[in-house]
């Protein structure tokens, strides 16, 4: 068996990166994944000319002398930076196998449990430390003082209850994530979902002045159905409506508008259905726009607490859409407003049966 057919059996077993080198540190054959991550060019190429590691040439020489096995962490400069580990290992009577694992996902990954756990503990620590402070005053003897019970029980129930949103909305996100692999099947139409959430808000929205106004370019006649969990649709619709509410100006309407993606003719029919939720208010700034659907991240924080938000609002939308097979975007104008449009594909477009014929053909 020849080296190259070596190595192409290797790249069959796995999508690593794979190269030979001599013992002189000079490339003699790659595999495909190889040429995706360095390029073309590195043909018969000294290995310094692509790979910058100030000891990587002195591992590779003693593999080829002391036919050892060898590893090293590998940071490849690059945006974002990629990190591997590079194993390696003799390979025929003078070469030297590098085969590379991808740790960037992983390490990222990891970032992400640590980071979590961090936000939690810090999000939790807050309210429960209000909440201990107060109930360690009432033990004191403010429990006899009728001014401090009536000041203090509003604020102990109000952080009891951020509390508790908290851990439900983490709960629900651990869910979503869990079942993102099992997308799901149940026609859903979708205007229903629209509707059910306009109405769970538009006592709300009253009381600021600004009436949600649901803007269709659809066809009265026709109810696009998408494969949905009614309920995960109707959170998603509902985490935006109160965005909308809560980060828009008093006194300007909201408006949901509905569109197909392509038009709808009798010879083709559209792929998705957009549903755009936009308000008029101070807008995003751009450096926070790609961010806002991060666990925790808050553009003004003290203003999202003071709203009982938890910062995990837009992470469900965003992971609810991605289960659904469908995508979040997000536009803002700074002292215009902003624009939250989720795109999901159509299962269908049902034609509605006029009322009267209905009760015709019954």
């Known amino acids: 068996m020849t080296p190259q057919s070596i190595i192409d059996l290797l790249s069959m077993l796995s999508d690593e990166p794979l190269l030979v080198t001599d013992h002189q540190c000079v490339l003699k054959f790659?595999?495909?994944?190889a040429y995706r991550?360095?390029?073309?060019?590195?043909?018969s190429q000294p290995l310094n000319h692509f790979i910058r590691h100030p000891d990587f040439q002195l591992a590779v020489r003693q593999v080829a002398r002391d036919r050892q096995i060898s590893e090293m962490i590998y940071v490849?400069?690059?945006l974002p930076s990629?990190?591997?580990?590079?194993?390696?290992?003799?390979?025929?009577?003078?070469?030297?196998?590098?085969?590379f694992s991808d740790l960037t996902q992983d390490n990222m990954n990891e970032k992400i449990r640590t980071d979590f756990i961090a936000n939690v503990s810090h999000e939790l620590r807050s309210p429960l430390t209000a909440i201990v402070g107060f109930i360690e005053?009432?033990?004191?003897?403010?429990?006899?003082?009728?001014?401090?019970?009536e000041r203090f029980l509003p604020i102990m129930r109000d952080e009891a209850a951020r509390m508790q949103r908290l851990i439900t909305e983490l709960l629900a996100l651990s869910r979503i994530e869990g079942d993102e692999i099992r997308p799901?099947?149940?026609?859903?139409?979708?205007?229903?979902?629209?509707?059910?959430?306009?109405?769970?808000?538009e006592y709300r929205a009253d009381e600021k002045g600004c009436a949600i106004e649901l803007v269709s370019s659809l066809p009265e006649e026709y109810s696009p159905i998408v494969r949905a969990e009614h309920d995960a649709l109707v959170q998603v619709f509902h985490n935006l409506m109160e965005n909308a509410i809560n980060y828009g100006?008093?006194?300007?309407?909201?408006?949901v508008r509905l569109n197909f993606s392509e038009p709808l003719t009798a010879q083709a029919r559209p792929s998705n259905i957009r549903i755009s939720i936009v308000n008029s208010g101070d807008g995003i700034l751009p450096e926070h726009i790609g961010r806002v659907t991060e666990r925790f991240y808050r553009v003004d924080k003290s203003r999202s607490r003071q709203l009982g938000g938890s910062g995990l609002g837009l992470a469900i939308v965003k992971h609810v859409a991605?289960?659904?097979?469908?995508?979040l975007g997000i536009t803002s104008t700074l002292g215009k407003g902003s624009r939250f449009t989720l795109n999901f594909p159509l299962s269908r477009i049902m034609e509605h049966v006029p009322q009267d014929q209905a009760q015709s053909q019954a």
């Not at 005053?137 to 019970?149: H, S």
Request: aromatic share 8%; hydrophobic share 40%; net charge negative.
């Open 30 to 33: 790659a595999n495909a994944s």
């Open 37 to 43: 991550l360095f390029g073309q060019h590195i043909d």
């Open 76 to 78: 490849r400069p690059s």
């Open 82 to 99: 990629q990190e591997y580990k590079i194993r390696c290992l003799p390979f025929g009577e003078e070469d030297v196998l590098l085969a």
């Open 137 to 149: 005053t009432l033990m004191d003897g403010a429990a006899q003082d009728p001014e401090a019970v």
């Open 184 to 201: 799901p099947m149940t026609p859903v139409p979708i205007l229903n979902a629209v509707r059910q959430a306009i109405s769970a808000f």
């Open 249 to 255: 100006y008093a006194n300007h309407p909201i408006y």
């Open 322 to 327: 991605m289960r659904h097979g469908g995508e």
